[in-house]
């Protein structure tokens, strides 16, 4: 059968310069594992927009990522503010990031966008005031 | 081309080698918005980029690109110098503007 390996990380809220350590643990454990570039770089930046949105747009909270030999599951939950409108975050282009991150070069709200188009599946699970959980599954092979 | 042979040739400031002897150059990306770029350069593309600050050396890693080349005589600060040289990102100063830039790499490594 399947072994699977379960990675946890905490995220903390208002760091960012650590916010991409979970994206780089993930993709050096991938590396190790043998499994191809590509996947490995869809799953990693996939993850890292995960985590800046946490980040920036959430008070940090927790990351579970399954990896199998056929599939990486990645599972980002938060505790902020929620997504009001879904499918209009979802838009390329829609942000309400802050100004002082966007002088870092976040704010092209494509952080999303990125998410469905590097993961195999995706949902989003989010209430006003109680959170958000962000489900990403990346195929191998 | 790899991207020190090209940094070389172009005149440009190496900051940190890390892989650039090991790694050709096969595009060019331009831009600074960070999402834009993780959806867009292609592996071993060199970014040319304004942001020259510690997340650009994590979408560098991430995009997977040959080197990232800070242009406008924009500098790198030293926190992601440091964290370009821990994860072996190659890093170049560019004097020329970006348009100028990315045309020097495209007549150099002949894309
Ligand atoms: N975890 C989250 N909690 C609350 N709101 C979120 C969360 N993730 C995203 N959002 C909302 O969705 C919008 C779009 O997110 P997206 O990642 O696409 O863009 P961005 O983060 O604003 O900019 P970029 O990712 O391009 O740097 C955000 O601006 C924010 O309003
Ligand atoms: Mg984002």
Redesign the interface.
Known sequence: MDNILKLKYDVDGDD??R??EA??SV?KTLKKMGVP??II?KA??AL??GEINMVIHADGGEIEVDISSNKIIMILKDKGKGIENIELAMQEGYSTAPDEVRS????????L??MK?YSDEMRIESTLNIGTTVYMTVCIS | MTAIELAKQAGFDIKVEGNGDKRTISGIYCG?????V??RAK?DDAWI?V?G????V??G????VTCIILAEEITMNE?ALQKAADEGVCIIHSHLPTFETAKKIAELAAL
């Open positions: 960012f310069t916010a991409g994206s780089a993709k570039a590509d770089r990693a930046i890292y927009e870092l070069g976040f704010g092209a709200g494509m952080g966008p990125n188009k | 600074d918005l960070l999402s834009m993780m959806g592996a980029t942001m600050n510690i997340n650009s994590a979408v890693v991430l995009a997977d926190q």
